[in-house]
């Protein structure tokens, strides 16, 4: 329905005229009636009667005029609404993928924003699938990811001080895990030794830092040759869903409970002996996000609440 015509319909309402309501509209009396009757037509009804005589409310005209006032009083508060968004409003879209690491800061920056800032609005957009490496930021698909460095590589820690802008969320242990299939299930323990000849399963979003940090060398010097493998799994439930057979997966600490790998039966989450796995999660933003002003006021909200180590709101 065109406001316009809601606009016209109670100025010739209430003039009861169309030549002094054209003339109050700066348009025209054939301009009017053709609005006029468009507004029928729509409304499947007769609003005016325009017989010789002076046009006269019909019934439902008189009706009517309430609705329209209504109508046009609500669209004044969307448009008011959206005007003031235009400036105030931030989009922050995440991989859902990397959701479990950024919900507690990102959730307390949002808190802490509106709370000094209480006209913004903050929204967060989730995309489901592996859309969680540095690349998803060089195609715009993400304006921040998590990426995950091991404790003995500092190239993720690189990253951050030659290409974008981020800090280190927390550092989790990485456990491994194998189903039934696997011949290992009942040892009582296990060094990187006894996994030589295995693959290494890993979700597509963690692939690439695991190549770049070297964990197949670093089981190399721990006496186990392993291989790297992945599949085009959409996210974590179908990663962790999947037949292992006799290949290993890894789980980092804050996805154990929120998938209950510790109590699904027949899987076991194990930690090697003699080979510390431990992540390091760092937030890394797309730089022309952080180089916005609101962006920016993101970025250095969620780096306060990590530090402090604020829980979510």
Known sequence: MNTRYLKEFLVIAEELNFSAAAKRLYTTRPTLSE?????????????????????????????????????????????????????????????????????APLLRARHRIVEKWPEGKIDIVTDSGPLATVDALGERKNDIVVVGCKSFSEAGHRLLTKEHPGFVLNAETTHLFMTEDNPLLGRDTIRAADLDGAVLLLPPDVHQSYERD????????????????????????????????????????????????????????????????????????????????????????????????????
């Open 35 to 103: 609005h006029l009757a468009e507004l029928e037509d729509e409304l499947g009804c007769k609003l005016v009667e325009r017989g010789h005589g002076k046009p006269a409310l019909t019934p439902l005209g008189r009706r009517f005029l309430g609705t329209a006032s209504d109508l046009l009083g609500q669209w004044d508060e969307v448009v008011g609404e959206y005007r003031d968004l235009s400036d105030n409003l931030l989009t922050v879209t995440v991989s859902a993928t990397n959701l479990p690491w950024l919900e």
């Open 214 to 313: 070297g964990v197949a060398d670093r089981f190399a010097a721990n006496g186990a040759r392993i291989t790297l493998k992945t599949m085009p799994f959409r996210d974590h439930a179908e990663y962790f869903a999947h037949d292992f057979g006799c290949a290993i997966g890894v789980a980092p600490d804050t996805l154990v409970p929120r998938f209950g790998l510790d109590r699904r039966p027949g899987l076991r989450l194990f930690d090697l002996d003699d080979m510390d796995f431990s992540t390091d999660f760092i937030a890394v933003f797309r730089d022309e996000f952080v180089e916005s002003p609101h962006g920016r006021v993101l970025f250095d909200e969620m780096k306060a609440a990590v530090a402090q180590g604020e829980p979510a709101a």
